[in-house]
Structures are given as C-alpha cells and as structure tokens.
C-alpha cells in the first residue's frame, strides 16, 4: 500500500542510549516532518524537510537530529535518550500544489525511555 | 500558548445523530484549517479541510464551517455512525506552509449504539 511506513514500532530505550527512527515515503513527495504526540499536547513537530536535502528545526528539536537520506526517507535520531522524549512518534509528508497543507501520516512509532 | 484549542476532550453521541466537534484558534494569520481522524495504533488521516474564503465545506456526511470572525471552527458528522469513533484532532496554518501547521489536543468521540 502506498504511503508513510515508519520503523520500528515500539521501542524501549534506557536513559543515555541512542537509537534512530526510520521513516519511508512512497508518493513522491517532497516534504518530511516528525512530530511527537503526548497526552494533552496534541501534535508537536520536531524537524522537517521542505525538499531533499534541506531540514529545519521546528517545535521541540531539543535533544533530537534528522537525516533526509534521499527524496524518498527521513530518519531522526535520538543521540542520548531521556525520560522526556517517551511519546509517540509520527513521520509525515506532503506534496506540493493544493496538496502542500495536507499531511500523510506513519503509524507511528511508540517509545519508552526507562 | 495553545493557538488552536479543542476544549472538549472527549464526546458520545448516539448512533444517527449528530456529532458537533468544535475548535478555536488565537492566531489570525491562520488561514487554512484540517481535520483529521485518528484510530489508536494509526496515525492521523485526513477527513476535510478550508480555506478561509469559504465558511462552508462539505463531504459526505462530514461538514465543517468556518467562523473567521469569531475564531472558531466546528465539524459536523450527519449521521453519526459507531466507526466514527475516534480522536479528531483540529490543524491550523497559513496556506502552503505545513510546516506550521499547528494541532488542537484532540476530541475522542464515541458513538454509542
């Protein structure tokens, strides 16, 4: 099925290690983004990527980094977890045109930092 | 400081009636809105959007109208069906930058049978 598929799916981390989440986009389209999801918060974004080989900072990118490996993936890493950075994960994407405000969105990827 | 605000965080509604999910947002250089689902263990999908220049738009059984004047957004579901239970969260942002989309906490709405 086309769409945003993200890896792995759940993960528990111990404080200080590191790990990275995978995300792939099979549309052809040139804007990525993470966010993380916690209870009574909504959706936050963590970093984008308007077009391979570009990314920025968004909301909360404290303590995180991103790679836009190719058009088609973006992965974010996580160098030193922390307790704080429990949430869940999604990676996203978006077209260009009248598609450009319209998110396609992972599964989403749950992580527990002890 | 919340700029798009959904103030009831959890709804039911019986099966065939109407489900009215509301939503506010504070900042006027917003000017596109979206809604969108999402079941636990998925990520969100998109259900329906707006521009500004309409107060109205419809698909299917689901309705959104815009009040720009009061700040103010509501989705509408006629009639409510028990596979409309979900999160709905609320999304706002100036036109073509999705990178500043910003999202409501969510509404979980459950329609009982």
């Known amino acids: 099925n086309a769409g945003v598929t993200q890896t792995p799916k759940f993960q528990v981390l111990k404080t200080g290690q590191s790990m990275t989440l995978q995300c792939a986009q099979d549309m052809n389209h040139n804007s990525m983004y993470w966010y993380r999801q916690d209870p009574g918060m909504g959706l936050r974004l963590i970093y984008y990527?308007?077009?391979?080989?570009?990314?920025d900072k968004g909301e909360v990118p404290n303590g995180y980094n991103v790679s836009r490996l190719n058009k088609r993936e973006f992965s974010l890493r996580l160098e030193s977890a922390a307790p704080s950075q429990t949430s869940v994960y999604f990676c996203?994407?978006?077209?260009?045109?009248?598609?450009?405000?319209?998110?396609?969105f992972g599964a989403g990827s749950r992580l527990t930092v002890l | 400081d919340q700029q798009v605000k959904q103030n009831s965080p959890s709804l039911s509604v019986q099966e065939g009636r109407i489900s009215i999910l509301n939503c506010d947002y504070t900042?006027?250089?917003?000017?596109?809105f979206l809604w969108y689902k999402k079941y636990p263990a998925e990520g969100p999908t998109f259900l329906i959007s707006?521009?500004?220049?309409?107060d109205k738009n419809e698909d299917g059984r689901f309705t959104v109208f815009l009040n720009k004047s009061a700040k103010h957004l509501s989705l509408h579901i006629v009639p409510s069906q028990p596979g409309d239970s979900a999160v709905y969260f609320c999304?706002?942002?100036?036109?073509?930058?999705?990178?500043?989309?910003?999202f409501g906490t969510g509404t979980r709405l459950q329609v009982t049978l």
């Open positions: 900042n006027s250089m917003f000017d596109y």
């Open positions: 996203a994407s978006s077209g260009g045109g009248a598609g450009a405000n319209v998110l396609t």
């Open positions: 999304a706002a942002s100036p036109t073509g930058t999705a990178s500043k989309l910003t």
């Open positions: 990527s308007a077009s391979e080989g570009t990314t």
């Open positions: 707006i521009s500004s220049i309409k």
